[in-house]
């Protein structure tokens, strides 16, 4: 098999999902050596998880790696150029899923020793902090546009010449993880900062068919704001960035 845009955004994606949805695994799930340790490595853990995302979707033939169809619309929006759009973000929701599911694999012996269902699907999904249809879009929406306007603002330093204040050629990805990083701590505690349509769908579809014991609701009727909010955000993004020329 060739190295592929397809596949670079499906492995890219699969990598982010297996390891920020890894790192909620390890904090929220019973009897693991991470159990109880916080929003801070929960936050880390999905920054370092989108910069290896990056990575992977770079060695296997994304050189975009968007592995997010609210930054593939996004600059589909900005550049006026919707032709990724079909390749891209099914190669993303089948990643997201994929990673789901070895998440749950990784976690096996410890979804039977979590009670909690609210915990188990907090492994795959986002649920907000306090239940407002209205708040809960707005704060997927606003940081969706952060996150637009800031990757845009890193490719655009990148393009600039190092001694007069750009960017080296390879720090993007780190840079990127930082402001996801960022959006997390800062944003992130109202919705759980999905900021990702298949981040939470791709794996919402996993917690709902994978034998889980005990696993209570998949939440249908929040799903659709991680997945709407975010497209939302990113097509604002866009048009504020192309109203600028950037």
């Known amino acids: 098999m060739q190295p592929s845009p397809f596949i670079g955004e499906l492995v890219g994606t699969m990598v982010l999902i297996l ?39 770079n060695a296997f033939g994304s ?60 492994c795959f999904s986002t649920d907000p902090a306090i239940r407002s249809t209205g708040a809960n ?6 940081a969706t546009i952060i996150l637009i306007v800031g990757i845009v603002a890193i490719g655009y330093a990148g393009t600039s010449d190092p001694e007069k204040g750009g960017i080296p050629s390879g720090v993007a990805p780190y840079l990127v993880g ?5 959006i997390g701590l800062s944003l992130g505690g109202t919705t759980g900062y999905a900021i990702n349509p298949v981040r939470d769908l791709g794996p919402r579809i996993a917690h709902a068919i994978l034998p889980i014991p005990n696993k209570g609701s998949s939440d249908w009727g929040y799903g659709w704001i991680p997945v709407a909010a975010p497209i939302v955000g990113a097509i604002i993004g866009g048009l504020i960035l192309r109203s600028f020329s950037m």
């Open 63 to 122: 050189a975009a790696a968007h592995l997010n169809p609210a930054v593939t619309v996004g600059f589909a929006v900005l550049q006026n150029d919707y032709s990724l759009i079909s390749t891209f973000i099914p190669a993303q929701l089948i990643g997201a899923f994929l990673g789901a599911v070895l998440v749950w694999l990784q976690y096996l012996p410890h979804w039977k020793a979590t009670e909690d269902g609210g915990a188990k699907l907090a």
């Open 137 to 142: 879009f707005l704060s997927e929406f606003l």
């Open 178 to 182: 930082m402001l996801v990083w960022s």
């Open 19 to 57: 390891l920020g949805n890894g790192v909620v695994a390890n904090v929220v799930l019973k009897k693991t050596k991470g159990e109880s340790s916080g929003w801070i490595v929960i936050t880390a853990g999905w920054a370092f998880a989108v910069m290896f995302g990056v990575f992977t979707a």
